[in-house]
């Protein structure tokens, strides 16, 4: 039995089934670990959705926050697509009610104390401690899964707030805490999230630092994987010294879908088929 977590997908499901020949994964024996992010901007959304949920409890996926603009134009009739959504074939099919279903019960967060890892889309806050995260996300969740949900979604973009204080409540509560699991990347020294920036770090202003390198973090001995932040490129040496493993590496923007296997750090890759989209 194996665990692979695996970057963001983003339809790109030729290099999901490649891929997941290239690990031999035993859907009877072993589980994968999605970053979150499964559709949008690549081909086959749809196939990838189909794909994955068949897998059933061989699975773990999070949200991330393509999955939730998929939600969005589903459940939310006064919104429009964007020019470089594709996701329409999911939005038309027969099964899309099972479908979006199914994906608006992911989680935000999976912890596996037994491994030592957790699995999140983006970031943390660095003022949580994993428990609290944990919490956190529970709240939004429970949004999702609720009779609520249009409400939720119709709110649930915007960049305000940007700092973390426990006294936030009702909608700015739960945008904040949405924000930090599935768009956070850099922020200020003093924990404001910033959403502008998508840059490799050693081309960002020097007023903005990764989540994960924020001093005061409480998760810095937590070891945590996540995708979002395709142009991040840590070394082995950065990841052990940060307990984090980016795993997004572009497969959309014709880099590369990779897996990592959880218990020995392991980490195989497969090169994009086509460059599916434009940086």
Not at 66 to 73: A, F, I, P, S, V
């Amino acid at each position: 039995m194996a665990t692979y977590a695996i970057g963001d997908i983003q339809g790109c499901y030729r290099e999901l089934l490649t891929l997941l020949t290239a690990i031999k994964f035993d859907p009877g024996s072993d589980v994968l670990w999605l970053t979150g992010d499964l559709v949008n901007r690549g081909p086959a959304s749809l196939a990838v959705l189909r794909e994955i949920r068949a897998l059933g409890e061989s699975v773990v996926s999070v949200l991330g926050n393509h999955d939730l603009r998929l939600l969005k134009l589903a459940y939310c009739e006064d919104n429009r697509t964007h020019a470089e959504d594709t996701l329409k074939q999911v939005l038309i099919a027969p099964d899309r009610h099972e479908l979006l279903d199914w994906l608006r019960r992911r989680p935000l967060m999976h912890r596996d104390q037994n491994l030592g890892y957790t699995l999140i889309h983006a970031g943390l806050p660095a003022s949580w401690t994993l428990d609290e995260a944990c919490i956190r996300a529970e709240e939004v969740t429970s949004e999702l899964k609720g009779d609520n949900l249009p409400a939720f979604l119709h709110v649930l973009y915007g960049d305000h707030p940007s700092r973390w204080e426990p006294q936030l409540k009702g909608f700015e509560r739960l945008r904040f805490i949405t924000n930090c699991f599935t768009r956070i990347r850099y922020c200020t020294l003093d924990g404001s999230m910033d959403f502008e920036e998508k840059c490799a770090p050693d081309d960002c202003s020097q007023t903005l630092v990764p989540w994960f390198e924020l001093p005061d973090r409480q998760t810095r001995q937590d070891r945590i994987v996540f995708g979002h932040w395709s142009t991040l490129r840590l070394s082995p040496t950065q990841c052990e010294q940060h307990k984090v493993y980016p795993l997004d590496t572009g497969a959309v923007w014709g880099g590369e879908l990779t897996a990592m296997r959880l218990e020995d750090g392991r980490l195989f890759r497969i090169n994009s088929s086509e460059k599916l989209q434009k940086i």
